[in-house]
């Protein structure tokens, strides 16, 4: 993980690509383009580009292909299966919008997912695990060939329902991102601090916990264990003050997307490396949410990301 590096390096990602179907106060979107892995592909092709294995049924429509190959998304891992349907989700927000209210899956081709990584990339340097079952998750580390970097993202159905299979994944990661709800659930901590370095002690060398507006922290298991905390690197992040959130739907995705796009970027990974992607990060889903689906990323500009970590870093002057 700390290998000194200065070129890009490789990306892939791994996860959903999907129709979504939202209702925040603010207006309703249906069947509009998302999936974990949309979402992480389109963030992150701002700083790298990006090789991106998926499934969608024959009803994904030509437009929502050319989102992604208009960036820098390389879809030649995208699975087509013919007569079969894109998986669904339908969610809601109210109030804070701290939480999506799920209403519906439909998993549809995504549910016998069996991710087929084409020969050419197996040798990819960083390797993003999408939400997904970490049946599938571990099915694709069978096929990379030694990875500088693996994170993962996980949610709360696959704590609940596969934990054995996730606990066996986390094993195998170098970071792992999830939620400040989840983190609670897979630790049995209340604390997010002890419930990160509970993480940590499962196999992971870092993890990122994601709290919403709140933001984020990062715990790096970086030494042999003396106690609790002393060998363990902490960094707290905030979230970026957004006056207005629109829809929050993949602001985690985004997060994760701007992260390993600029640790692909700069191809180093060490503790700052870390800090500082995930303020990328951040920025990013900041404007990830300023719009249904990934319309806010299509229209945005490396320029903008970078005026606006600027922004962003002169409010943590202190
Ligand atoms: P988030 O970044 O956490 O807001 O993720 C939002 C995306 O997750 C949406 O675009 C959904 O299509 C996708 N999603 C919802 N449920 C699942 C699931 N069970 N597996 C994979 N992706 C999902």
């Known amino acids: 993980m700390t290998e000194e590096k200065s070129v890009a390096q490789s990306l892939l990602v791994v996860g959903s690509i999907a129709f979504d179907t939202i209702r925040t106060p603010y207006g309703e979107a249906p069947e509009v383009l998302g999936g974990s892995a949309t979402y992480f592909s389109v963030a992150a092709s701002f700083f790298a580009p990006v090789r991106l294995v998926g499934v969608v049924g024959e009803d994904f429509p030509p437009e929502y292909r050319r989102v992604l190959e208009s960036r820098r998304v390389d879809t030649a891992g995208l699975q087509v299966v013919p007569g079969g349907k894109t998986f669904r989700w339908r ?187 995930m303020a990328y990060g951040t920025v990013t889903a900041s404007f990830t949410i300023e719009d249904f689906s990934v319309r806010r990323l299509e229209r945005l500009t490396v320029e903008e990301i970078e005026g606006r970590l600027q922004m962003y870093r002169g409010m943590l002057e202190f």
């Not at 340097?125 to 099915?139: C, K, M």
């Open 91 to 277: 969610g809601s927000y109210h109030g804070a919008m701290n939480e999506a209210k799920t209403e519906d899956v439909q998993l549809n081709v995504f549910g016998d997912f069996r991710p087929a990584i084409p020969e050419a990339w197996r040798d990819t340097s960083l390797v993003f695990l999408a939400n997904g079952s970490p049946v599938t998750q571990a099915a694709v580390l069978d096929q990379v060939r030694k990875p500088d970097l693996v994170v993962a993202d996980t949610m709360n159905l696959w704590i609940d329902t596969q934990r054995d299979a996730l606990l066996e994944l986390m094993r195998r990661v170098d970071g792992l991102v999830l939620n400040d709800g989840e983190a609670r659930m897979l630790s049995g901590e209340h604390n997010l601090i002890a419930a990160a370095h509970e993480i940590v002690g499962l196999g992971p060398k870092f993890v990122v916990i994601k709290k919403g507006e709140h933001g984020s922290v990062l715990v790096c298991h970086c030494g042999p264990r003396v106690g609790r905390i002393a060998s363990d690197l902490i960094c707290p992040l905030p979230g970026y003050p957004s006056l207005k959130v629109f829809d929050p739907t993949g602001a985690g995705d985004s997060f994760a997307g701007g992260m390993m796009g600029y640790l692909a970027s700069k191809g180093q990974y060490d503790f700052r490396d870390l800090v500082r992607a």
